[in-house]
C-alpha cells in the first residue's frame, strides 16, 4: 500500500523465481526500506514482537503450509502485499479471528506501525513477511490462499518505470497459482493508467475473471472495506480510487 504518514510507495514484488537475481534488481517494485527515524518505542517493538510474528521459510525445495503459522486453527489464509502502514491488514484480522493473514511489507517505518496495531489489538492472526515478497511467493504451495489484496502499489508512472510495476503477466499467474479455486485477487489504485494496465493484464490471463456485474462495481469499495490514511488524502487531492476484483475460475 502506498502513502499514507511518512510512508514512501511500496508495492512488493511477486515474480517468484520468474526472473535472476541482476533482473530482480533491476525490477524491485517497492522504493526505500526505511524512512524516519524510529522513536525509540518503536525499535523496542521491532525487537521484541517483531521475531515472533515474522515468517520463516522452510529449506529449498520445501512447501510453507501457511496455516501452520499461525497460533490456533484457522479456516483461511489470506495475504496483503505491500501493506504500507498496516491499518487494513490490522482491521481485516480484528474483523475476522478465524482467518489468518500474512503481511509483506519491506518498508521498516510501515512495519512498526502494523506492529502496533497488533500489539494494542491484541490480534494472534497476523504474521509479517518483512523482506521482497518473492520468496515467500516461491515457498507458498498451490491453491492454498483465500485471498490476495494489492492496495494501492507504487504506480511507477514513468514510462521507463513501468517494468517495475508489481501487476504483470507473470505475476497474475503467480496469484492464480496460489489462490484456491473460487478465491479473490483485490486491486485498488487512485491512478487510473495503473487501474487500466492490470484490467488488460488480468484479461489476458487464463484462470482470472473479473466479478463486477455493473458498471459502478469498480468505482465503489468493497463491503468489508475499511479505508485507508492514503486513500483519504488521494481523494482530498481529488483523485478518484478504482477497486477491482478478480475470482480464480477454471479457464475456458
Excluded at 526472473?19 to 518505542?41: H, I, N, P, W
Excluded at 484480522?93 to 509483506?104: C, D, K, W
Excluded at 505475476?171 to 489462490?179: C, D, N, Q
Aim: hydrophobic share 40%; with cysteine; glycine share 8%.
Amino acid at each position: 500500500m502506498t502513502g499514507g504518514d511518512d510512508l514512501p510507495a511500496t508495492g512488493s514484488s511477486a515474480q517468484a523465481g520468474a526472473v535472476s537475481q541482476s533482473e530482480s534488481a533491476d525490477r524491485a517494485f517497492f522504493g526505500r526500506r526505511k524512512g524516519k527515524r524510529l522513536r525509540a518505542g518503536q525499535e523496542q517493538r521491532l525487537a521484541d514482537l517483531l521475531p515472533a510474528l515474522r515468517v520463516t521459510l522452510p529449506p529449498p525445495g520445501e512447501s510453507l503450509d501457511p496455516s501452520t503459522l499461525f497460533p490456533h486453527p484457522i479456516d483461511e489464509v489470506r495475504l496483503e502485499i505491500g501493506f504500507g502502514g498496516g491499518e487494513h491488514l490490522a482491521a481485516q484480522a480484528a474483523r475476522a479471528p478465524a482467518t489468518g493473514f500474512i503481511g509483506a511489507e519491506p518498508f521498516v517505518n510501515g512495519v512498526v506501525k502494523l506492529l502496533r496495531a497488533v500489539d494494542e489489538a491484541a490480534l494472534r492472526n497476523v504474521r509479517v513477511w518483512d523482506e521482497d515478497v518473492t520468496a515467500l511467493l516461491a515457498a507458498l504451495p498451490d491453491a492454498c490462499l483465500a485471498r490476495v489484496d494489492l492496495l494501492y502499489p507504487d504506480p511507477w508512472p514513468k514510462r521507463r518505470q513501468r517494468k517495475r510495476r508489481f501487476v504483470s503477466d507473470e505475476t497474475l499467474r503467480e496469484i492464480v497459482r496460489l489462490l484456491k479455486p473460487g478465491g479473490r485477487f483485490r486491486f485498488a489504485s487512485d491512478i487510473d493508467d495503473y487501474a487500466g494496465w492490470t484490467l488488460v493484464r488480468a484479461a489476458r490471463c487464463p484462470g482470472l475473471g473479473w466479478t463486477a456485474r455493473a458498471a459502478s462495481d469498480w468505482t465503489q469499495p468493497w463491503p468489508d472495506w475499511p479505508g485507508t490514511r492514503y486513500e483519504a488524502k488521494a481523494m482530498a487531492a481529488g483523485r478518484r480510487p478504482t477497486y477491482l476484483e478478480f475470482a480464480r475460475i477454471e479457464p475456458a
